[in-house]
C-alpha cells in the first residue's frame, strides 16, 4: 500500500475511534440524566437497562432501535470478545469491531517509518 492509503486508512481510524468516544460519552450522559432501569411502554428516549449486562435501549421516536444499537456499540468493544467463548463465529464480530482502533496504530507506524 502506498502512503495515500495509510493517511486514509489513519484518518478513517481516528473517525471511527471519535464516534465510539462519543457514543461513550453519550452513555455516560444518559446514566446521569435518566433513571436506571427499565421504563413503562409510553416512555420516550433512552435508557439504561440491566439484564445480565448493561445496556441501553431507545423507545418512543423514530429511529430508535438504530440509535440504540449505536449506544451499545462501546459495550460491544468489550463483551464481544467474552461471547466469543460461547459462540465461536462472534470472532468475525470482534476483529470487525477492532478494525480500525489496530489499523490506527499500524498506520501510524508505517507513516513514521516512511516519513523517516
Request: charged share 10%; hydrophobic share 60%.
Amino acid at each position: 500500500m502506498n502512503l495515500r492509503h495509510w493517511k486514509l486508512l489513519r484518518n478513517l481510524s481516528i473517525i471511527y475511534i471519535l464516534l465510539v468516544i462519543g457514543l461513550f460519552i453519550a452513555n455516560m450522559i444518559i446514566f446521569n440524566v435518566v433513571e436506571y432501569g427499565t421504563k413503562p411502554i409510553d416512555f420516550v428516549g433512552c435508557y439504561a437497562y440491566d439484564a445480565m449486562l448493561v445496556g441501553f435501549k431507545c423507545s418512543g421516536f423514530l429511529g430508535s432501535e438504530i440509535f440504540g444499537f449505536a449506544l451499545n456499540l462501546p459495550l460491544y468493544h468489550l463483551y464481544m470478545p467474552i461471547f466469543v467463548l460461547f459462540n465461536p463465529l462472534l470472532i468475525f464480530v470482534v476483529l470487525a469491531l477492532w478494525f480500525f482502533p489496530v489499523m490506527l496504530l499500524v498506520s501510524i507506524a508505517k507513516l513514521r517509518r516512511q516519513n523517516a
